[in-house]
Nanobody
Framework: QVQLVESGGGLVQTGGSLRISCEAS????????MAWFRQVPGKEREFVAA???????YFTDSLKGRFTISRDSAKNTVYLQMSSLKPEDTAVYYC?????????????WGQGTLVTVSS
């Protein structure tokens, strides 16, 4: 089983930047892609971005240009660099893993890391 631990969240002003991280541990042999999702209380969790081991990147169109995803496979860690932050980016950010290209994301989630953007 894979364990996921997100970190790096915090309070930032509108227009600011923040980098959050997620480290996977446990059964990390099959991690085709690592991804970020976010969730606002009362709303569904939404996909943000994903990166495969080969560096292929998938992004929600609305966040392209402000967010950057990267991955350090040697450290089993995925990063999300967020810039020009807006209050609507306030959410709990979660990471997840897709073991194979055509597999679903894992049912296990980490505790998430809260990003709060003040106006």
């Amino acid at each position: 089983q894979v364990q996921l631990v997100e970190s790096g969240g915090g309070l930032v002003q509108t227009g600011g930047s923040l980098r959050i991280s997620c480290e996977a541990s446990g059964h990390t042999g099959d991690m085709y892609s690592m991804a970020w999702f976010r969730q606002v209380p009362g709303k569904e969790r939404e996909f943000v971005a994903a990166v495969s081991g080969a560096g292929k990147i998938y992004f929600t169109d609305s966040l392209k240009g402000r967010f950057t995803i990267s991955r350090d496979s040697a450290k089993n860690t995925v990063y999300l660099q967020m810039s020009s932050l807006k209050p609507e980016d306030t959410a709990v950010y979660y990471c997840n893993v897709k073991p194979e290209p055509n597999s679903p994301y894992l049912e296990v989630w980490g505790q998430g890391t809260l990003v709060t953007v003040s106006s």
